[in-house]
């Protein structure tokens, strides 16, 4: 797999999202500021049931602010961690990135939102690159880590 550049104004980036997440064999990291799209959700629902461990952190300002979150993750299994960013309540954790099987990340500005899919021109790089997965499952699990100390959704 070689690294990819997709943009929402040349087609689905959800569809993208999907693909990786439906092919993740072992393991899904997401850290993202917002979440909202149904069918992002369901597909990571799809993928625990199937035995793929399923992780996230999320942004506590923004969970606690969008009731269609709320709404999504209210009866899921995933476990789900809340944290700010580096100045405590008030700044963000504003990360969008993914990792699957720890083999393949995505990262860029695409929130997984239906503001993203539908409305916004958004961007997401796909890394295949050993190292650059790495770097990202590094600062997932610090965000775990701080997110587990805190208070869970």
Request: hydrophobic residues 40%; negative net charge; charged residues 30%.
């Amino acid at each position: 797999m070689n690294a990819e550049l997709l943009l929402t104004r040349s087609g689905s980036v959800a569809e993208a999202i999907e693909r990786l997440i439906g092919a993740s064999e072992t393991s899904i990291d997401a850290a993202l500021y917002r979440l909202n799209l149904p069918r992002l959700a369901r597909a990571l629902e799809e993928a625990a049931a199937r035995g793929v461990r399923v992780r996230l952190v999320l942004d506590r300002n923004k969970y606690e602010e969008t009731p269609a979150t709320r709404d999504l993750l209210a009866n899921s299994a995933i476990p789900c961690l809340l944290g700010y960013g580096r100045e405590g309540p008030g700044s963000k954790m504003h990360h969008k990135f993914a990792i699957f099987d720890g083999k393949v990340a995505i990262t860029g500005s695409y929130n997984w939102t239906v503001e993203s899919e539908e409305q916004n021109f958004e961007n997401l790089i796909v890394l295949p690159e050993a190292k650059l997965v790495e770097v990202l499952q590094r600062e997932f699990e610090a965000l775990w880590k701080e997110g587990a100390e805190g208070s869970r959704k």
